[in-house]
């Protein structure tokens, strides 16, 4: 009897369920599931070696699971192989191709592979090497690109099929600032013509930029809530370091100087503030600085902007000093291995 298919949302284009690996002793992914809806971007976030790499290679079918089953738009990648492999776009951490294929000749040979016409795969190639600025370079050796030039083939390569399914390993690493802002765009592109899109990076900055939502992996085994702290940073400048630091420690509130503004902070003890308010505190510095308040939530962040101002306390700019993913990642237990 066939085994019963998994039950997605009725949008969901991939859904993996209990899925681990192990190398030897190394457990690697440890029972995760995960499920990646149509039309929407997923970042997947997890220090060195907490298996992102392994579970994306199981999730294109290129590394059997020990236990668990991934299904694309209700294929089974372990059974269905090329039918379901026809659906997925894999683009690995590191790139590896013909060296001595032109990039024209890369994609074509894929498109080729997963049995395009000979028309459509010149047309495909074609856009694909125009979508990731390869045209100067299209009939060069694949061997001659620069590191992120062979990303930039590495992600054509991966949408030369037009894939339901994408799934990138840190495609950002070793792009140029252009490169990766144009990347942020062809994966939010894909995500508004359905495609439904997995993206591993550690930048986090950037991935928040992009995403719809989040998988994180801690020591290979998933999460989709991460806990997030009851207390979050904020970044506050200010014109005046030493009037700040004099009113902090009026009201009370713990605050941290950013040595040259996002550098190494030191922490200022409030009640080493103590003391009549004044405009000349001898701890703080004169002139603009940079601190860091740990702030429950927007509405203390607000009435912290309400009563500095009140109090004459000139703010320059106020704002979450870390994005929501970067918080969600900080507030895991972030081992390495
Ligand atoms: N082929 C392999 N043989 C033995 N161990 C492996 C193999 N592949 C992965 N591992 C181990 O499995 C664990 C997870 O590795 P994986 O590459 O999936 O991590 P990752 O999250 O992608 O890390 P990174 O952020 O550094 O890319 C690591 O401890 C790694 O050493
Ligand atoms: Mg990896």
Same mark, same amino acid.
């Given at each position: 009897m066939a085994a019963a298919a998994l039950a997605p949302a009725? /949008?969901?284009?991939l859904v993996a369920e209990h899925l681990s690996r192990s190398f030897g002793p190394v457990r690697a992914v440890v029972d995760a599931s995960i499920s990646l809806e149509a039309g929407s971007v997923t970042a997947l976030v997890g220090p060195n070696g907490s298996g992102k790499t392994t579970l994306l290679l199981m999730l294109t079918g290129l590394l059997a699971p020990d236990a668990g089953r991934v299904e694309v738009r209700g294929l089974d990648v372990a059974t269905s192989g090329a039918a379901a492999r026809r659906l997925i776009g894999w683009m690995p951490d590191v790139f590896g191709t013909?060296?001595? &294929?032109?990039c024209r000749e890369v994609l074509e040979t894929f498109a080729a592979a997963y049995r395009l016409p000979p028309a459509v795969a010149k047309e495909r190639a074609t856009t694909l090497l125009a979508t990731v600025h390869l045209v100067d370079l $299209?009939? $060069? #050796? /694949?061997?001659? &690109?620069s590191r992120g030039q062979k990303q930039r083939l590495g992600l054509a390569r991966a949408l030369v099929h037009s894939p339901a399914v994408v799934l990138l390993d840190e #495609? $950002?690493?070793?792009?140029d600032p252009r490169s990766r802002i144009e990347l942020r765009g062809i994966v939010r592109d894909l995500a508004e013509a359905g495609v439904a899109v997995l993206v591993s990076s550690h930048e986090l900055a950037e991935l928040e930029e992009m995403v719809d939502a989040a998988v994180f992996l801690q020591r290979g085994v998933s999460s989709f809530a991460p806990p997030t702290a009851a207390l979050q940073p904020w970044r506050v400048h200010v014109l005046d370091g030493a009037a700040f630091l004099a009113w902090s420690a009026a009201v009370g509130l713990g605050v941290t100087q950013e040595a040259g503004g996002a550098g190494a902070a030191s922490a200022v003890d409030p009640a080493a503030c103590a003391g009549p308010a004044g %405009?000349?505190? %001898?701890?703080g510095p004169a002139g603009p600085a940079t601190f860091l308040v740990s702030l429950t939530g927007e509405l203390q962040a607000a009435q912290l902007v309400r009563d500095a101002v009140t109090a004459g306390v000139a703010l320059t700019r106020f704002g979450p000093a870390y994005g929501r993913l970067e918080q969600a990642y900080l507030a895991m237990d972030t081992d390495r291995r």
């Open positions: 009725d /949008s969901a284009a013909w060296e001595t &294929l032109t $299209a009939d $060069a #050796p /694949s061997r001659v &690109l #495609p $950002a690493a070793g792009l %405009p000349t505190h %001898p701890t």
